[in-house]
Each structure stands twice: as C-alpha cells, then as structure tokens.
C-alpha cells in the first residue's frame, strides 16, 4: 500500500494559467482520507481555480493529481463518480422544487425509483426542507438554497466533498448551520476539501490548513501551528503621559513601546500568572495604566502577516 | 465506467420538459412570429404579392404556408440557442459536469425537447395557415414524406442552434445569433420565386439550403414540381445536422471561456 492510496486527495506540482494570468504556480497538497483540509486564501489567490481541477471541470496545465485514488486526467469519470461538489454559486434547478432537485440527482446516480425518492425524503428531512419540499426554489432564502445545494451533493454519498467557500453570503445563523452539517459528514468518515476566506471558518472545521497566496501554498499546518509561525501574543498597556509610559518601560523591561500612542507592548502568553506579575510590577512602582488589553496571535494575524506583499 | 447514455437522457429530458412547462414563454413566441408573418403577408400583402405568381397555386396562401411552416421550423429550432445559454448560467450544469453522467446526455435531451416544441409550435402555425384559407390536397404518402423532412430539418437546426447556444457569452447573444437562420428563407423561395428575384439574390436563393426545403413541402402539400430538390434538401440537413452536432459536442467539452 503506497502512501497515495490512503490519501483521497494527492497533488503535486499543480499549475494553471489562464493567458498571461498564473493562477497555480506549483502546487502540492495532500489531505488523508477522512479528514478536513482547508484551502485558505483572499480573492484571486486561486482557491476556485484548484477546486474546479480537481473535480475535473478544468484541466491543469502540468502537475500530478489523485482523487480518491483515481489519476484526474486517466479516468476522470471514476473521478466523478467518487466526489461531491458545492460551490459558493448555488448548483440547484431554479425551476424545479427541492425534491425534484434531489430526485433529479438520484436518477443521474440511478438509485433506482424507489431507492431514490427515499434518498431524497431522507436528505429533505435531515437539512429541515421537508416542509418546502414541493416549493418552488424561488421562495427559498440563501441559506436554504445552500442546504439543499449541500443535499443534492451528498445524494450519492461521495467519499470526498469540496466545498468551494460554502458560506460566503450566508448569514451567521446559516453559517453556524452548514458548520454543524460538515461536522457530523466528517463524523461519518468523509473526507472534506474546503476552501474559505474566513479564517474562523477554517480552524472551527479545519484538521489541516494550507494558505494559499498567489497560486503558491505559502504556509500549510494545524490551525495552532500556523498561530505559532507568527509573534506571540502580548498584553498592551495604554499610560496617560510619556513619564508614566517610560516609567513602565523600565519596571517591566520592555522595548516595544509607541511614545505618539502612548502604548507599551509586553509580551505575554495571556494566561493568569503572567498578567498579574505584569499588574504586580506596576504597583510596586506605583505606576497606573490607562487601558489594559490582551492580545492572543489568531488566524487573522497569520494570514496578514504570510499574505502580505 | 460504465455509461447510461439513455437512461440519463430520459432523466434530463424530464428536466427540460418540465422547464418548457414552467416557463412555455419561448415556445408561445415562436408560434407568434410566424403566425404574424403570415397575416401580414395573407392579409395584408396577399393580394398585391399573389398577382405576382403563376395561377393555380390554390391562391397566395396556397404559395406562401409551406414557406411559413419552414420559418416557423427555424424559428422553433432556433429558440434552443437562448435555452441552453440559459440553462449554461445555471450552476447545475457545473454540477451535472463534475458527475460521472454521459456528455451527449444533457445536450441530446435539449435537442429532443426541442423538437417536441417545435413540432407543437409547426403544427399550430400550419393550423392557423389551414383557418386562414391554406387546403393542401396531398396523399397520405406525400404527408408522411412532408412531415419527414420536416423533423429531419428540425433536428439539423437544433444541433445547429444547440451550438450556437453553448458559444454565445450570454442569452441576448444566443438570441441574435439565430436571426440570421430564421429570415434566411426570406431570401429564399419562401415568400416569392427565387427566379423572380433580382440576378446574384436569385443565385443565392436557389442554392442556399431553405430553398430545396421549401420546394419539396410546396411540391408534396400543394403538388408543385419538386425535381431535385428533395434528395438536396435531405444532404443539406445531413450536413447542417453533422456540422451542428460536431461544433456543439466540442463546445461543450471545453467547456466555458475558462
């Protein structure tokens, strides 16, 4: 059993352009089977353009893919036949009404009548569209249009689903929602390729993340490794005069400090005993802070700081 | 793989028939058109154009309702341009590409769709053509071989339009593409003899390929001369049927502009 085999997706050297336009510069990603990777990028960083590669709407330039075991450019329907796609543009039938929509897609999987139509009353169930199931879709809000769009996808059980920025658009409530849906998918053992650009998107679901900058990964990593790849986090304190900030400097021996802003930065890993030496050292020498605040590094610090320019 | 061509047609084909259903607009249109076309021209100009004939041709209209079955076909196939573009805006169709269904299946369920419209919208504009005076005195064979080449036309000019409609960037696109396959039996011998025409529009009238179409549904419904003209107009939708159905498979494996 080689190493690719217990991955359900493995690329390298994955490249794209569209004209002039580099879109993938090399890319190599592996997820293994049964866990949740997550593509993370701004705009135009080519997240859309590597989902639509690998779920074989688009063919790569150069570079190695296998899905699910399948090689994407030698048996693409076998591809197909094993994966799921939910993109962020809604795949639904406007003009049919959601179990028409999911009936539609276990006759192209050929479920079988019955087979089908139970698929679909289960899936109606389950994403609580049971009681717009004979609606037509046009009365549907967003959110619902995305549960049913994530339904038709799973009609056929695919072991691997991309979800191409599933909740962008989507309110907080909705969002929440779809979250709670892919955890119990990844429950059941399938496996998830993401792509978002929210970064609490990506370490709410996310076992593994790669940042994806101008087609090429720049940082890939668990949710907390990434956050260790930029400077800790630090307890900021605010002084009402430069006498009082300088003061602080010395008693605390710190450097970072912002005479305009009156602030000083101390580093701190946020927890109890490490704020009140900070507080301790204050008070012996009878200085008082403004403002205090903590700072723990998040996602967004990580992604600011490797996706800049 | 093992591939479900027919199976996945049937399925698609009960997606788009339920669409026409839904949404029949498109189909009530190109029933409209030809159906003005031949008041305007049985109504208005009848009199003054049908002076202009050979007599015994069962009067104007008796010239004239071949010509405007043929363009009611055309107009019929042509609509399917804008369906598919439409259809091509829809996120289900990426959906239906990253499934393992057969390719033709999606394309050759929106021909036969297509060609069920359009045999409704034909026989309501001949239907029309028949209040207004139209009395075709045929056999049954000649009606037979009429309504033949009338579905091998239709199905040529679907494929045709089934391809325009997969490379035009949006549906006002797709619905303008077509026009010019639409008044090209105006130029031909729909609406007055080609050899009447002025020389270079009567050479292009008789060679171009809605004119042989038109002079064997004449010569079957009304008993005019057909000569040649049926084997030609068979080979021209052989060819536009061929030619059609290449462009528009290619077109549709590419895929999109990207």
């Known amino acids: ?309 | 793989m093992k591939k479900h061509t027919f199976a996945d047609t049937a399925t698609m084909l009960r997606r788009n028939v339920r669409h026409t259903l839904r949404y029949p607009s498109m189909t009530i249109g190109s029933v409209f058109g030809p159906v003005i076309m031949l008041l305007l021209f049985v109504g208005v100009l009848g009199r003054t154009l049908g002076a202009g004939l050979p007599v015994g041709t069962g009067g104007y209209i008796g010239y004239l309702a071949p010509g405007i079955i043929i363009t009611a076909v055309a107009s019929g196939s042509m609509a399917t341009a804008v369906a598919i573009c439409v259809d091509l805006t829809e996120g289900i169709v990426d959906r239906f590409r990253t499934m393992p269904i057969s390719r033709v299946a999606f394309l050759s369920a929106h021909v036969v769709n297509s060609m069920l419209t359009t045999v409704a919208s034909t026989a309501a504009v001949t239907l029309v053509a028949v209040l207004l005076g139209f009395r075709p005195h045929a056999t049954a064979g000649a009606w037979v071989g009429a309504i033949g080449l009338l579905l091998v036309l239709t199905f040529a000019l679907t494929w045709l339009a089934v391809a325009f409609g997969l490379v035009s960037a949006t549906p006002e696109a797709a619905s303008n593409a077509p026009m010019l396959i639409v008044f090209l039996p105006f130029v031909g011998s729909a609406f007055a003899p080609a050899s009447a025409m002025p020389a270079g529009v009567s050479q292009f009238a008789e060679y171009q390929p809605f004119t042989p179409a038109i002079e064997t549904v004449r010569g079957l419904l009304t008993g005019t001369p057909i000569g040649h003209n049926g084997v030609i107009a068979v080979a021209w939708c052989v060819v536009i049927a061929a030619g059609g159905a290449t462009w528009a498979l290619s077109a549709f494996r590419q895929g999109r502009a990207q």
């Open chain 1, 1 to 309: 059993m080689t190493e690719t085999n217990s991955h359900a997706v493995a690329v390298s050297g994955l490249r794209k352009s569209f004209g002039d336009k580099k879109v993938l510069d090399g890319i190599d990603v592996n997820v293994p089977a049964g866990t949740v990777f997550a593509l993370l990028g701004p705009n135009g960083a080519g997240k859309t353009t590597t989902v639509r590669i690998l779920s074989t709407l688009l063919r790569a330039d150069a570079g190695h893919a296998r899905v699910n075991g399948h090689d994407l450019g030698q048996d693409p329907d076998a591809v197909r036949a094993s994966i799921g796609v939910t993109g962020q543009f809604s795949a639904v039938d406007n003009l049919l009404t959601a179990t028409e929509n999911l009936v539609l897609m276990a006759d192209l999987h050929h479920l079988g009548r019955r087979a089908g139509r139970r698929r679909a009353a289960e899936l109606l169930d389950r994403f609580g569209l049971a009681d717009v199931a004979g609606q037509p879709l046009s009365t549907f809000s967003g959110g619902m249009r995305r549960r049913l769009d994530l339904a038709m996808t799973l009609v056929s059980r695919p072991k691997l689903i991309f979800l191409d920025e599933p909740t962008t658009g989507l309110d907080p409530r909705s969002r929440r929602d779809l979250w709670q849906i892919v955890r119990e998918l990844v429950a059941d053992g399938v496996t998830i390729f993401l792509t978002t650009q929210y970064l609490e998107e990506a370490d709410q679901l996310a076992d593994r993340i790669a940042v994806l900058d101008g087609g090429r990964i720049v940082a890939e990593g668990s949710a907390a490794e990434l956050k260790r790849l930029v400077p800790g986090g630090h307890i900021r304190l605010r002084f009402t005069d430069a006498e009082q900030l300088a003061a602080a400097a010395r008693a605390l021996g710190a450097d970072q400090l912002d005479a305009d802003a009156l602030t000083l930065q101390v580093p701190s890993d946020g927890g109890q005993a490490a704020l009140r030496s900070v507080l301790d050292r204050l008070d012996a020498e009878r200085i008082s802070a403004a403002e205090l605040s903590l700072h723990t590094p998040d996602l967004d610090d990580v992604f600011l700081a490797l996706t800049s320019r």
